[in-house]
């Protein structure tokens, strides 16, 4: 038996080589035998939704896709983890299938408009023979594609009104998919989709809600995120603003099923409500009746003045996030 071990481990390192060779060196390997690299990731921006991903943000190198009804807050994620890359000196790319990206909204969640990269396609084939350019350059560090649903056919736009294109979009996709998933993976970049909902007709018992585009882009994605709206937030009977929760409802690089409660004002998202309610979350601060501390160390009476608190103090705000992602 030894003697037969021996021979196929043998054949197997020789075939190995031959591979090496033609394919060049990391094309095939043991998995053991190099050490555990940690995912590579780009700060949402926002901390809870970083904690909820399970590995401080969105992993380079994969497809994301990031759905929910309208108006939910898709984009504003979109343009924060935009924001995000840029600060770190990235190269960002936004394929606006939708035609209707805000650059005044962009500019408020803080996006460099004269550094970001922008595409108005006429078509989905257009969108995504883009979209794979830009991967393959190299150069591009995070490609934004708004939404799925936009991404309409050639053959759709030409035909007639009323025309039966059956399953066109959905072959899109999984070609593109096809393609994508190898290079966005060598070339460290990472494409995220935006996705509208739709409802399956006569559907009676379980969930009637799927997205547009077929089933391909729910297998090559690694991380899928629910966007829902949840509350309208008043003061005085005026709207100011919304709070939305994300559920990670499929995560291959940390475990799935974590949710992130994120608050969206006209300035854009609420970074010290995120803060304070990681904080309170992962269990560093306290609460005690209305007031809230930090081991022995009072904050301050009520949310408001603990967010007042830690928007007046770096140091303190510095502290929570580092704590916060060692906890994750």
Known sequence: MKTQNSEKNKAVTFAMEQI?????????????????????????????????????????????????????????????????????GGVVAFIDAE????????KTLGV?????????????????EITE???????????????????????????????????????????????LTGIVSKSKTTVIFTNQLRLKIGVFFGNPETTPGGLALK??????????KIETLKKNNQ??????????????????????EIVITASGVDREEALVDAAINSGLITKSGSFFKIGEKLLGHGKEEVKEMVKG??????????EVLGKK
């Open 20 to 88: 090496q060779k033609q394919f060049g060196r990391g094309s095939i390997m043991r998995l053991g035998q190099g050490p555990v690299v940690p995912v590579e990731v780009i700060s949402s921006g926002i901390l809870p939704l970083d904690v909820a991903l399970g590995v401080g943000g969105i992993p380079r190198g994969r497809i994301i896709e990031i759905f929910g009804p309208e108006a939910a807050g898709k984009t504003t994620i979109c343009l924060s983890i935009v924001a995000e890359a840029q600060k770190k």
């Open 99 to 106: 035609h209707a990206l805000d650059p005044s909204w962009a």
């Open 112 to 128: 460099k408009l004269e550094d970001l990269l922008i595409s108005q396609p006429d078509t989905g084939e257009q969108a995504l």
């Open 133 to 179: 350019t830009l991967i393959r350059s190299g150069g591009v560090d995070l490609v934004i594609v708004d939404s799925v649903a936009a991404l309409v056919p050639k053959s759709e736009i030409e035909g007639e009104m009323g025309d039966s294109q059956m399953g066109l979009q959905a072959r899109l996709m999984s070609q593109a998919l096809r393609k």
């Open 219 to 228: 297998f090559y994605t690694s991380i899928r995120m629910d966007v829902r």
């Open 239 to 260: 709207v100011y603003g919304s709070r939305i929760r994300v559920k990670v409802v499929k995560n291959k690089v940390a475990a799935p099923f974590k949710e992130a």
């Open 313 to 322: 103090d770096e140091k303190l705000k510095e502290k929570l996030m580092k």
